[in-house]
């Protein structure tokens, strides 16, 4: 089996793994990149491989730099089954289409803006219809029920506690009369949240392939947010101003009303109203309360007892556009808004008419990606350009990062302890360098299993020994340079006569 790492590799997004077993190809995962206009840019033009030579994919969750990227292939020949958990073909269903909506309506104004400077308009990378026809090739598998989409491969799907139907998987296949086996985790949840139950447990994996998102750091207590928020709240309804909650529709606004909840019901905040400004995240909750038996005790415990977690007085769903508009003109008041990282959907209107407002506040909840508007504002920037707009930033910004719903360096070095045999490598994906290199550090140290960070479009043979002979590595590393990287003449002559040095 070979594996070629064509996203969240270098980076945290664009999750896609093309694995070729037998000399049938399939694909872990196929998601949007986010982030810096570089990253960005790999979701535009042609996949690099080609989509009708994809028997299957094997999706481990709904966020859509998992699954994002899913209609554009699609769109450009895929003709296979897409598995998936339950929740996560429900959720897919709503967030796809939404995704596509949202990329014609950020092209629409950016083509306004092309067409009166005479400039070519350019085309969303996929629209609303195109993820509807992507619907139909989605397949609903069962939690730890083994199914075989090829002869000789078996899949497992295992639950992974990040999100709503989020999964780990488990690829078992026979290589050279020995039964292996590979782990992708996906985004591993958190212990101790809203909702969710914990990752479940594998005892044992060859290979694998885990996340790495903070893999550099340890987040505060949950109960720090419930302080936090009340704190926030209080100060900006007596100043007249806002509080603006940038998050994402799935999950994270979810774990804000659950929080908000308890609050209200224990008279602990002023009567402020609670806007959720996402018709996706009205969706979403939907679908949360079609499934209390995928949560935690904690959850079902207050349902059995007549509370709802997600409903609360003064709690409202703003659906349409006009809905979205009239919060332009209101105060005190809480506004959860997609995207979580602020750069894109209705929460950016909302930051231009709140940022420059000394009596408004930010709240920044989780990881913010490097170059989006959310990292811009973290940073401590005093002006940021939305929609073409130079916007003051003179409202309070608060960071919180406590709710993110992956695993943070400790609970990443716990999910590898309970493995009862280790993995003999691990690949660290979906990090930025920083956090993959303290996390091999930490692994290598504390259970002396080796880790490998792989780049992106890198193609590695699965168990080859990539620990082993240093000069061997170079020769791999060399090669793969040659294959992938625009090189000047010289360099490339150079590190052609290296490998031919070495391989002699």
Known sequence: ????????????????????????????????????????????GDFPFNPSEIEFLLLTHAHIDHAGLIPK????????????????????????PDSGHVQEIEVERKNRKLRRAGKPEIEPIYTAQDAFLALPYFKKVEIEKPFSPLPGLEVTFFDAGHILGSAMIKLTFNDAGITREVVFSGDLGRNGRPFMKEPETISHADLLLLESTYGNRVRP?????????????????????????????????QDIIYILNDLVENKEIPPVDVYIDSPLAVEITKLFKKYPMLFNGEYQEKLRHGDDPLTFPRLYFSITQEDSVKLNNINRAVIISASGMADAGRVRHHLKHNLWRKE??????????????????????????????????????????????????????????????????IYLVHGEEESRLVLKKLIEEKYQVPCYLPHYQETIPLFRDLTGDPEKMLIDKGINLLKTKKLSANAKALLEKLIGELEN
């Open 73 to 96: 292939l699609v769109k450009q020949g895929f003709k296979g089954s897409i598995y998936a958990t339950e929740p996560t073909v429900e959720l897919a269903a709503v967030m796809l």
């Open 1 to 44: 089996m070979e594996i070629t790492f064509y996203g969240a590799a270098d980076t945290v997004t664009g999750s896609c793994y093309l694995l070729s077993f037998e000399g049938r190809k399939f694909l872990v995962d196929c998601g949007l990149f986010q982030g810096s206009k570089a990253i960005k840019e790999r979701n535009y």
């Open 360 to 425: 408004s506040a930010v709240l920044l909840v989780g990881y913010q990606a490097q170059d989006t508007l959310g990292r811009k504002l973290l940073d401590g920037v005093k002006q940021v350009k939305i929609m073409g707009e130079e916007i003051a930033v003179k409202a309070e910004i608060y960071h919180y990062d406590g709710l993110s719903a992956h695993a943070d360096q400790e609970e990443l070095l716990e999910f590898v302890g309970k493995f009862r045999q280790k993995p003999s490598l």
């Open 221 to 253: 207590e949950e109960g720090d947010l419930r302080g936090l928020l009340k704190v926030i709240i209080e100060k900006v309804y007596r100043r007249n101003g806002n509080l603006v909650i940038p998050a994402f529709a799935m999950e994270r606004t």
